[in-house]
């Protein structure tokens, strides 16, 4: 099993600019979520999913949106980059609520 | 608002003896998870021990053990025989165990250098 799988490792976007991080999973996990942590601080919630169809926000949710069309993929969409999302992001997946989650190696972006 | 709370922004430790890392955290809930993590050098993230707020026996894992105090909300990592691989970010994380709505709350975390 790979685990949890994101891309891309590392990226600079120039303010304004769109992406998507990609995070797939080949655990079967029903639970995905997106987080971003901010240097020398804990990871915050910005997206969860509980099911292939069902999203929700976290904490932190603006300025991203995510989809969730299948049980394996869970993209997060960055529309209009701004300074302030510079972060490390980490996807994360579990079988259930209030277990072990498996993160991914995470994706550091810079926004210039 | 639920919040966690790690007061040790650094530790160190030599190696083979024994550290422990305070986490302390708020809330009205009644049941929820604990965990920790620990984040090394690579940036992954590695769950060390998980606790569920209802089992009064403290959680172990081979090295690893907690020190749960419900009623003081405190829920600290005692790290055994500390090794160099310990070197890392450890993060302490609460879960509610609420139905309906999720929320994983994480610590600002404590760098523990293990020391040769």
């Known amino acids: 099993n790979a685990g949890v799988t994101q891309t891309p490792k590392f990226r600079i976007l120039k303010i304004g600019q769109s992406m998507t991080l990609q995070c797939t999973q080949d655990?079967?996990?029903?639970?995905m979520y997106w987080y971003r942590q901010d240097p020398g601080m804990g990871l915050k919630l910005i997206y969860y999913?509980?099911?292939?169809?069902?999203?929700d926000k976290g904490e932190v949710p603006n300025g991203y949106n995510v989809s969730r069309s299948t049980t394996e993929d869970f993209p997060l969409r960055l529309e209009l980059a701004a300074p302030s999302q510079t972060s490390v992001y980490f996807c994360?997946?579990?079988?259930?609520?209030?277990?072990?989650?498996?993160f991914g190696p995470g994706t550091r972006l810079t926004v210039l | 608002a639920q919040t966690v709370t790690q007061s040790q922004p650094e530790m160190s430790v030599q190696e083979a003896e024994t550290v422990t890392l305070s986490c302390t955290y708020d809330?009205?809930?009644?049941?929820?998870?604990l965990f920790w993590y620990k984040q090394p050098p690579s940036r992954q993230m590695i769950l060390v021990i998980r606790?569920?707020?209802?089992?009064?026996q403290n959680a172990t894992e081979n090295r690893f053990s907690v020190n749960f105090q419900k009623a003081a909300k405190s829920f600290s990592l005692k790290i055994s025989d500390s090794q160099l691989g310990d070197t890392a970010m450890y993060f302490c994380?609460?879960?509610?165990?609420?139905?309906?709505?999720?929320?994983?709350?994480f610590g600002t975390g404590t760098r523990l250098k293990v020391l040769a």
């Open positions: 994360a997946s579990s079988y259930n609520q209030g277990v072990k989650q498996f």
């Open positions: 994380a609460f879960m509610p165990q609420t139905s309906g709505t999720y929320k994983y709350i």
């Open positions: 809330t009205s809930e009644s049941n929820y998870y």
């Open positions: 999913s509980v099911g292939a169809g069902i999203t």
């Open positions: 655990m079967n996990h029903n639970y």
């Open positions: 606790q569920e707020a209802y089992k009064q």
